[in-house]
C-alpha cells in the first residue's frame, strides 16, 4: 500500500514539473528517417557506396570522412562499425578492394575493377 501511495501522490517538485508542462501535445522537431521495409541496408549496399565514394575521390580519405560521405549518398544514417568493418575486411585477403594507405586511411586497391 505504501509504494501505491507514492505513485500517486509525486512529490512537490515533481508535481511543479507536471504542472509546468502545457496541456497541448508536444510534437517532435525532429522527424525520424524513413527506413526500408525490412529497415536495413541490402547485402553489400554499404560496401558498394564505400566504393563510390573512394572512387569518386580517387585519393586515400581517412574512414572518419568516408562515414558521413557514405551516409549523405544512401540518404540516411549508417552504423560507424559497418563503414570501419567494411574497409578492414575489403583491405584484407587474396583480392582486396581496399588499400590502407595510412592508419585510419584507404584508398580503392590499384588491382581492383568495379
Known sequence: MHLLGRLSNPSAPLLA????????A???TVQPEPLPASGRLGNGEVQRAVVKVLAAV?????????????GSLLGRRVPK???????STGARGKKPRF???AP????????SSF
Open 17 to 24: 514539473v507536471f504542472e509546468a508542462l502545457p496541456d497541448e
Open 26 to 28: 508536444i510534437e517532435p
Open 81 to 87: 562499425d559497418s563503414i570501419y568493418s567494411c574497409l
Open 58 to 70: 580517387n585519393e586515400p580519405m581517412r574512414a572518419a570522412d568516408i562515414y558521413p560521405a557514405v
Open 99 to 101: 588499400e590502407r594507405a
Open 104 to 111: 585510419g586511411c584507404y584508398r580503392l586497391a590499384p588491382s
